[in-house]
């Protein structure tokens, strides 16, 4: 089935277009990373990469296009530049038991989608990163629009008013991960609803 798909829909570069990879080996090398930002929100954050076209739009065909398989690009693409550049910061997180909590996903689109993109991403970087991960700290409750629909900061803030709420007990060291960062409304949201002793940092893929 795998080697239909690749005749069919063949796996082409989102940066200059040749076959084989979503990101050649040469456009690789390109990717832009962004500097840490620290005591932002609460401890710490990080959004990994650069948010270009390529890294945007490999974002949107994963979440909007359900091209799963960029999951194992997105987080192959993490984890190298985590142990390349941050390798400290992935040892704090590591000797602190960090653990990896997911923005989550309102329930009507896990049921359109068929899978949760944060999930399944925090799946494959949790192991390889030696941190643990716990997918079912946050849920939200209200079906809100995708941020991505919104140009207006203002419009943005006021999506994710009121929309998470927590399950179950959170863990005292977290590390709240979310694919893009954008105003940051949906970070604020999930941080006012956690308990104010908890160490926090902020991860995303792009922002």
């Given at each position: ?9 063949p ?7 040749q076959r ?16 840490v930002?620290?005591?932002e ?10 948010y ?8 949107r065909?994963?979440?909007y296009?359900?091209i799963?398989d ?5 987080s192959?693409?993490s984890i ?8 400290n910061?992935?040892?704090?997180w ?8 997911p ?18 991403l ?11 991960f716990?997918l ?5 409750i ?7 629909e919104?140009v207006?900061?203002?419009?943005r ?7 998470l ?5 959170a ?9 893009v960062f ?5 970070i604020k949201?999930?941080?006012?609803i ?5 160490k ?7 922002g």
């Amino acid at each position: 089935m795998s080697l239909i798909l690749d005749i069919l829909f063949p796996r082409c570069c989102y940066r200059c277009g040749q076959r084989g990879r979503y990101l050649c080996h040469q456009c690789r090398a390109k990717i832009e990373i962004n500097p840490v930002f620290p005591n932002e929100f609460h401890t710490g954050r990080l959004s990994l990469f650069r948010y270009d076209k390529a890294i945007r739009n490999m974002i949107r065909d994963y979440k909007y296009n359900f091209i799963t398989d960029l999951a194992d690009e997105l987080s192959e693409l993490s984890i190298y530049h985590l142990k390349k550049y941050y390798k400290n910061l992935l040892l704090f997180w590591q000797k602190n038991n960090f653990t990896l909590i997911p923005i989550p996903q309102h329930s009507s689109k896990t049921n359109f989608r068929g899978f949760i993109p944060n999930n399944l991403l925090i799946q494959k970087l949790a192991p390889r990163l030696k941190l643990s991960f716990n997918l079912d700290v946050l849920s939200k409750i209200n079906n809100t629009l995708a941020q991505a629909e919104f140009v207006q900061k203002k419009d943005r803030l006021s999506n994710t008013n009121h929309s998470l709420i927590i399950n179950s007990q959170a863990p005292s060291n977290i590390i709240l991960f979310d694919d893009v960062f954008t105003t940051g409304s949906t970070i604020k949201s999930a941080i006012s609803i956690l308990p104010k002793k908890s160490k926090i940092w902020v991860f995303t893929l792009s922002g």
